[in-house]
């Protein structure tokens, strides 16, 4: 067992192991293992267990589910020294004596994982050169995960290595996301909203080309185009105009700068647009 903890998470215990109702416990990550410790008692803490998993690389960082029976776990040397996508381990805490690896999760990307965090039925993970990912875990209890939106603050590759976003916030009242890192701060608004990982083609409503730096089209099958918004990534609104009910509309671009951002059409659909 490691002496040593790199990261922890500390909870009054409320999860489904009645043997440590309301004491309070210390998951650690510690390098090569998951320990759990019950330090209800300063004077005198108590090892409760430890658990491993395949293909260590560095047991960084870990957080509990909402319920407190799963723990989702990010190692940050695994991508470069095995060779997968993102992985994310996911544990069984049921039994907190015997907590054991349930299933692991891939990323989209072969990017480092960092620092990850559980807000309800989402898990935000920064994820180095693939920036903020965020996952939907609310079937996390039949072995499923599922990516439903990111922001990449480094969009020049997504490699395994360690530039880009180091962590993020995801506690605000607002749902605003702090993102940190080698770009500095960033803040995303909502990202079940604005930035859903849905294709570009989306029912009866095409974007393109994208990218784009002059000019792009919208094209509507069968619903009329009536209102536009380009809004910044701060789900800011930099332009705003009404359509005559078209089905086809040409939107000139070249006033904007070069970067991301996103069209909401007809108050209702949104699509991301990348200016160069």
Do not use: C
Request: glycine content about 6%; proline content about 4%; aromatic content about 12%.
């Amino acid at each position: 067992m490691s002496n040593y903890s790199h990261d922890a998470q500390v909870v009054t215990y409320s999860g489904p192991d009645a043997d440590y109702q309301g004491r309070e416990l210390l998951i650690g990550s510690n390098e090569d293992e998951v320990i759990l410790v019950d330090i209800t008692d300063k004077e005198n803490p108590e090892l409760i267990s430890t658990t491993g998993y395949s293909n260590v690389g560095y047991t960084h960082q870990g957080w509990f589910t909402n319920d407190q029976r799963y723990f989702l776990l990010g190692d940050e040397f695994d991508e470069l020294s095995v060779g997968f996508n993102t992985r994310t381990v996911i544990f069984d805490f049921t039994d907190l004596d015997n907590p054991f690896p349930l299933f692991e999760y891939f990323g989209t990307t072969a990017a480092v994982d960092h620092n990850g965090y559980v807000l309800g039925d989402r898990y935000y993970l920064a994820n180095y050169e693939a920036g903020l990912r965020v996952m939907d875990i609310s079937q996390i209890g039949n072995l499923e995960m599922e990516e439903i939106a990111h922001f990449d603050t480094y969009p020049a590759s997504n490699n395994p290595t360690f530039n880009g976003t180091w962590n993020v916030y995801p506690f605000f009242e607002s749902r605003t996301v702090l993102i940190t890192g080698e770009a500095g701060m960033t803040l995303v608004r909502d990202p079940d909203e604005l930035l859903t990982n849905q294709p570009e083609v989306k029912a009866e409503i095409t974007l393109y080309p994208n990218p784009a730096d002059e000019i792009v089209f919208l094209r509507s099958d069968t619903e009329p185009l009536q209102q536009v918004e380009i809004m910044n990534t701060l789900g800011q609104i930099i332009r705003n105009f009404t359509l005559d009910n078209t089905r086809t509309e040409k939107i000139a671009i070249s006033s904007l700068n070069a970067g991301l951002y996103l069209i909401r059409v007809n108050n209702d659909r949104i699509f991301r647009l990348v200016v160069n």
